[in-house]
């Protein structure tokens, strides 16, 4: 029966199920496929997080593009996982794909840009591999750790929780997904003073990464579309809704937390944190209030590799 | 000066060079660039492994190949690596790039073909990540651990230490690139009951790998045409000299340590370790005695990406 179908007829998400039910781990996995990153015993009082992410010419991104950005992009994407589970980055390894006639400097510059970004977040390059390839390929592979008490996964938002999001949605395909920085301070704030049921970074959109953690938590969600923080660069509240590469922190805490949280208010050196609706009952599914004060069903999509 | 030199230019290990010159890590990393894993530090008295490995269509095999056998070797050659540090493989996430009409069917048996690999040697399949691609692209990265005693890095290599390498060498291309056994019950006996003092799995060749120890531990070596184990599918010693890919272990021991291995004979259930050759002062460089008793200088060349 499946043998004639192809990939884009069961999708991305089709696929990683598929893949999911036929693998089996041990039970020093914590969290294996399905949230930010996996989650694996470690040392005394941290688990071991683990990501990886690829980045691929003409799909993630051209050549033409800054090339420090590119190198900067590959690494924060993962930081940014790592972010979501409440962790912090520490080890990563750099496999290139290159073309042969591409030139050093080129290499050089996208090195430059994950060199920075390694620095800034304290992550140590350890090593990789370098093969050649057609087209530019980058991937990083990030080993992390978090207290186990810290651990946020996307299965724990509760009716009731408030959801927030870091900073503001949309329009980053114009420039953001280049350049933005990952949430890392933003995280460690949130695990240190607050009690943080689900998180998750927008990175597929906001409205399709909230559904990920509907499913994953069984709950439904309303969120305001007054309340949403949309970018400057965004052209529309579609944008802010469904266009994916944001990387901003997508969480839920219980009212007290809520509310703790909004009248610290603005803190220095964090980006803004906005309140943008709450966890429902799953039968209510995913929906949105618009500014006439409509209710909405919201449709999980977003960006779609395949 | 530099802007208009190429990665051909320079190649493989010009770019690695050049690339590890710019990394800095702190001081929980024991091995960064430059062997066959990373070693950061770990729980207890075990050291973290950390290694990846790019497989690429029409680089590192064609669409037509096995389907199984290329899932097998993505996931076997990450094991290799961590065998050669001494080591037992315990993570690993696999990162796709796939073509969007692909079947799905060509996914399933590359999974089938991942997921018995891992069951043998008991990895865990913890996550990944899908990326729609051209070319169809399997970034492996594998965690493992490896007792603190038991480290076994390319630079241990000493004067006077003897050279073995496990099974047979060459013709690796015409079938053994695909279906070799990672020799992780080779390293975990060699460790066991041995004070190996280097080891590195051939991947580039048999002289390129050599060579690498050399350069590591600062020493020379000499090897023996007659007692090369030559592949019965290898056509020719050049073969097994140069050809990449036999995933086989070459490692150094004392005097001793060789005597007991070699009086020791087959080992039930392990491939054959065969003595090649020694390890020389730095100043004799890497040489090679035919079987006419000729002695002859052996160029670092082999499998090489650029």
Known sequence: MSENLKICDIGEFGLIERISKKVRVDKSVIKGISDDTAVMEYKGNNYLLFTSDMLIEDIHFRR???????????????????????????????????????????????????????????????????????????????????????????????????IFVTGSLGGSIYRKHLEFLPRLKESKYLVKNFKISSMIDISDGLVLDLYKITQESKVGAIIYEDLIPISKDAKSLNEALYMGEDFELLFCLSL???????????????????????????????RIITKRCKEKILKPKGFKHF
């Open 256 to 286: 007290d937390g809520a509310i703790r949280l909004i009248k610290n208010g603005k803190i220095k050196g964090l980006t803004k944190f906005s309140y943008i609706g709450e966890i429902t009952d799953k039968r209510y599914g995913l």
């Open 64 to 162: 033409e593009f800054s090339h420090f950005s590119i190198g900067h992009k590959a690494l924060a994407s993962s930081i940014s996982d790592i972010s979501a589970m409440g962790g912090i980055p520490k080890y990563v390894l750099i496999s290139l794909g290159l073309p042969k006639d591409l030139s050093l400097e080129f290499v050089d510059r996208i090195y430059e840009g994950i060199n920075s970004t390694a620095k800034r977040f304290k992550v140590n390059i350890v090593g990789g591999d370098i093969n050649r390839s057609e087209k530019i390929i980058i991937d990083v592979s990030l080993i992390g750790e978090v207290k186990k008490k810290n651990l946020i996964l996307r299965s724990g938002a509760k009716k009731g929780d408030r």
